[in-house]
Structures are given as structure tokens and as C-alpha cells.
């Protein structure tokens, strides 16, 4: 439960954004000038950082930023990895998914790849507290619903 002393010292919140950004490529052009520039937030700033923070991913990575903007023109931010479905997609060699899943098949993939996008997934702040099996049963999830088969060995 939350202290007086805590209470008193958050900032009043104005918004909070989600942006899908570029690994590597925060620009004060659209998505990111628009979404920002509305509340007054440094956009200069946010780029630098959030390319600083991304560096390590290859470029046009889609990353997701949940952003929270205060009304002192402050504001902190959180860098999610990509989403399943787009590490799905780069592991099996396809641009789209099936349009009839359950019915046709675009790929197949191995439990292998399974388990390797659930480590790189368990590094997302909001996943970390997730087991590997669980992270591993949703992917085969999202798996079969894109039209990706999953088996044991190709």
C-alpha cells in the first residue's frame, strides 16, 4: 500500500503514449514528432535516449515504447522487444500470415525456435516475472493462429 509520503512525491500524469518506433531510428518526424509534440515533451531527448537504448537491436526492429508523459513536460518511457508475432514471422521467412489459420498452413517451425524467442521474451519487463513453459505454450499459441505450424523436428 502506498505511503503519504510516496502519493505526495508522484507527478500528476497527463497521458500515456504507445508508439511503435524503429530500433535505432527515433527521428522528430512522424510517428514520434506528432505523438510527442502534442504534450510539449523534449523530442530531441526522447530520440537520443531511446536510440541509445536500442543500439543493440538491428535496425528497422519494430519496438514497442509505452510512454508516460506528466505535466511538468517530463516524461519516462519503457522499451518492450518486439512482438511475437514479428519474431514468428523473420524465424519462418514469411511477410504475412495465413489468411484461413487452422485450415492452411504458411510454415512450419521447430520447438527450437520456440524456446529461443521465449528467452528473448522473457527479457521484456512485463514477461520477466512469466515462466519459459508458459512463455513457450503462448507462443505455439500465437503460433497457431497466424497459420504456423509448430513440430518437433523439420
Same mark, same amino acid.
Given at each position: #500500500?502506498?505511503?503519504?509520503? /510516496?502519493?505526495?512525491?508522484?507527478? $500528476?500524469? &497527463?497521458?500515456?503514449?504507445? =508508439?511503435?518506433?524503429?530500433?535505432?531510428? !527515433?527521428? $522528430?518526424?512522424? $510517428?514520434? @514528432?506528432?505523438?510527442?509534440?502534442?504534450?510539449?515533451?523534449?523530442?530531441?531527448?526522447?530520440?537520443? /535516449?531511446? *536510440? !541509445?537504448?536500442?543500439?543493440?537491436?538491428?535496425?528497422?526492429? $519494430? #519496438?514497442?515504447?509505452? &510512454?508516460?508523459?506528466?505535466? /511538468? +513536460?517530463?516524461?519516462?518511457?519503457?522499451?518492450? +522487444?518486439?512482438?511475437?508475432?514479428?519474431?514468428?514471422?523473420?524465424?519462418? %521467412?514469411?511477410?504475412?500470415?495465413? @489468411?484461413?489459420? %487452422?485450415?492452411?498452413?504458411?510454415?512450419? =517451425?521447430?520447438?527450437?525456435?520456440?524456446?529461443?524467442?521465449?528467452?528473448?521474451?522473457?527479457? /521484456?519487463?512485463?514477461?520477466?516475472?512469466?515462466?519459459?513453459?508458459?512463455?513457450?505454450?503462448?507462443?505455439? %499459441?500465437?503460433? *497457431? +493462429?497466424? %497459420?504456423?505450424?509448430?513440430?518437433?523436428?523439420?
Amino acid at each position: #500500500m502506498a505511503t503519504l509520503k /510516496d502519493a505526495a512525491a508522484r507527478k $500528476p500524469v &497527463l497521458a500515456t503514449i504507445r =508508439l511503435i518506433v524503429p530500433a535505432g531510428a !527515433a527521428r $522528430p518526424a512522424p $510517428p514520434v @514528432g506528432p505523438a510527442l509534440g502534442f504534450y510539449r515533451l523534449n523530442l530531441m531527448a526522447f530520440c537520443k /535516449d531511446f *536510440n !541509445a537504448r536500442t543500439q543493440k537491436y538491428k535496425a528497422e526492429t $519494430p #519496438m514497442q515504447v509505452t &510512454l508516460t508523459a506528466y505535466k /511538468d +513536460s517530463t516524461f519516462e518511457f519503457v522499451v518492450k +522487444s518486439p512482438s511475437v508475432s514479428w519474431f514468428l514471422k523473420k524465424a519462418a %521467412g514469411i511477410e504475412t500470415a495465413s @489468411g484461413r489459420p %487452422g485450415h492452411s498452413n504458411v510454415s512450419s =517451425l521447430t520447438l527450437r525456435h520456440v524456446y529461443e524467442i521465449a528467452k528473448l521474451k522473457q527479457a /521484456d519487463p512485463f514477461c520477466k516475472h512469466m515462466s519459459l513453459e508458459a512463455l513457450c505454450k503462448s507462443i505455439i %499459441g500465437t503460433a *497457431n +493462429s497466424m %497459420g504456423i505450424e509448430i513440430v518437433k523436428d523439420l
